[in-house]
């Protein structure tokens, strides 16, 4: 399931290197419990809402399944974690295939064009 949502929040010490727009879906990651829900997507990562969050370590290289609502099948990749809230996790994504990239590349424009001008 994919959902659209309205909620901003400020960022201190933004060090991301692309824009990120909103997307909501659902993910497992490989030794977590349960199902996580992405809440924003970039062309280099995620944002999983995971609670408790630090049973997650920083650095770790975890293998994260998605369904994007561009592509027919799931979405299976490595990615590493990067940033720890209270909400959840930020994971860069590690691209083992060309076709992992291009997958990414067609949600990311995908939804950013879905989405209401600020």
């Known amino acids: 399931?994919?959902?659209?949502?309205?909620?901003?929040?400020?960022?201190?010490?933004?060090?991301?290197?692309?824009?990120?727009?909103?997307?909501?879906?659902?993910?497992t990651i490989l030794g977590v419990d349960g199902i996580l829900i992405i809440t924003d997507?970039?062309?280099?990562?995620?944002?999983?809402?995971?609670?408790?969050?630090?049973?997650?370590?920083?650095?770790?290289?975890?293998?994260?399944n998605f369904k994007l609502p561009t592509e027919k099948n799931v979405t299976r990749m490595k990615a590493k974690t990067v940033n720890r809230t209270d909400r959840g996790i930020g994971c860069q994504f590690i691209f083992e295939k060309d076709n992992q990239k291009k997958a990414i590349f067609r949600c990311f424009n995908f939804v950013k064009d879905t989405l209401p001008a600020e």
């Open 1 to 27: 399931m994919v959902e659209f949502r309205s909620e901003y929040r400020t960022v201190s010490n933004d060090k991301r290197k692309n824009p990120r727009t909103e997307l909501r879906c659902d993910a």
């Open 41 to 64: 997507i970039s062309l280099s990562g995620i944002f999983v809402e995971a609670k408790p969050s630090n049973k997650i370590p920083i650095e770790k290289v975890v293998s994260i």
